[in-house]
């Protein structure tokens, strides 16, 4: 493991109170804050990202959006906050924290740890330094650790939302189901916005196949909060597991009934739930309002194959080419198509455009070489197979320094 701090150096004591701007700056950090500790990290990460956007110097916003980034899988955000503090060759702690959360995106649990432990031991009653931990412990599947690391934050602060919540969790991986509930009421008690603790409590019972529970749970929850949609959703899926096929019926037309005016959030519901047939004509419907939006575009072709509509899905896919002609994953979607219905040479163009565009698609170069194969065109095809693996022996390179805690992409544009 590489030692971030020389000759056995921690990280040196901040000021009790990182400065930032006045007016508006504060109020946005505020609004962060509080939207990062009710759990919503996608509303978070754009608020501290405002944030950095007029005081770059934020180190303890840096590191919340770096955690927020790694919790909603975006690589490319973690690595431009991560990078931006590298940059400022800081020992602070919060820029220790933004590489322990780098090393926990790319697993390196050890790393992480070692990381995180450093910078606590400068600030050893910092809540956000905490919670980062608790999540790093989450993930290694240390329930028990998580949970005295969540405890360790409410002791802090007895009223923070995101450490009830987490501890809730923990709890309920451990079986301890009572105690989740708890937790989860008590939060719902410090913010009515938070998600109903029965609907909660109803998808951990969900998760560990327990579905006679879990639809209790929902029903409870829908009891409660009836304009709320998830919990429907749910025990609709559980009537069905549960082959209650009549119950399954009523759930299914309520949510139509009741819902119809919230189209994108029923249809990502549909989807989650596999209910392709009924996400289609909404997502026809949205794509129609906002006929470039290349999420709509991907959705809709997913939807598409999966009820069999091929036809529909080429279709879509060649018109969205046309207005979105540098999207890679509309390219590698398309080149898969075309292969599947034998029309290799236009997989082979569809297949070069998009390794043209992301030379790491794997699945492109595979649909490339073998589209070639079936053409008979073997040299062709043996190159792109070695491109192919030219390119797989890049990225885990690339991976395995980012593992390390290097920065590769940073050091080449600056070398």
């Known amino acids: 493991m590489r030692n971030l701090f020389p000759s056995g150096q921690d990280p ?3 000021p009790e109170q990182e400065d930032i701007a006045s007016g508006r700056s504060k109020k946005l950090w505020g609004d962060a804050l509080a939207a990062f500790y009710r759990d919503d990290d996608e509303d978070a990460l754009d608020l501290f990202l405002e944030v950095l956007a007029t005081n770059p110097a934020h180190l303890h916003c840096s590191y919340l959006a770096a955690l927020c980034a790694c919790n909603l899988n975006d690589e490319e955000t973690l690595e431009e906050v991560c990078a931006a503090v590298r940059r400022k060759n800081s020992r602070h702690p919060y820029a220790i924290g933004c590489e322990a959360v780098r090393a926990l995106y790319y697993a390196n ?159 990502r519901f549909y989807e989650q739930f596999r209910l392709f047939g009924e996400a289609i004509p909404i997502l026809e419907k949205l794509l129609q309002e906002t006929p470039g939006d290349l999420e709509l575009i991907v959705r809709l072709s997913q939807a598409y194959q999966e009820t069999g509509k091929i036809e529909q899905a080429l279709t879509l896919l060649k018109r969205a080419v046309k207005t979105l002609p540098d999207s890679a994953p509309l390219w590698s979607d398309l080149a898969r198509l075309y292969y599947q219905h034998q029309n290799y040479q236009q997989a082979i163009a569809a297949a070069q455009r998009a390794v043209s565009l992301n030379r790491y698609d794997q699945e492109a170069y595979g649909i490339l070489a073998d589209a070639l194969l079936f053409l008979g065109r073997f040299d062709e095809a043996q190159a792109a197979a070695k491109e192919m693996e030219l390119a797989r022996d890049e990225a885990w390179q690339r991976y395995q320094q980012r593992f390390a805690g290097d920065y590769p992409d940073e050091d080449r544009r600056t070398s």
């Open 109 to 267: 649990y050890e790393r992480s740890e070692h990381l995180f432990l450093s910078a606590l031991r400068s600030l050893p009653d910092d809540i956000d330094l905490h919670l980062g931990l608790g999540i790093l412990y989450d993930q290694m599947g240390r329930e028990e650790r998580s949970a005295e690391v969540y405890r360790r934050v409410l002791d802090l602060a007895p009223d923070n939302i995101r450490a009830r919540i987490s501890l809730g969790i923990s709890y309920a991986l451990s079986g301890e189901y009572l105690n989740a509930f708890a937790e989860y009421q008590y939060a719902k008690r410090l913010d009515p916005n938070v998600e109903n603790p029965h609907q909660h409590l109803g998808r951990d019972f969900y998760a560990e196949g327990l579905i006679e529970e879990a639809a209790e749970e929902f029903a409870r929850a829908i009891a409660e909060e009836p304009d709320q949609p998830a919990a429907y959703f749910y025990l609709l899926d559980c009537y069905k597991r549960l082959s209650q096929f009549d119950e399954a019926l009523d759930i299914y037309e309520t949510i139509k009934a009741r819902f119809q005016r919230q189209p994108e959030l029923v249809s």
């Open 12 to 14: 040196v004591k901040p």
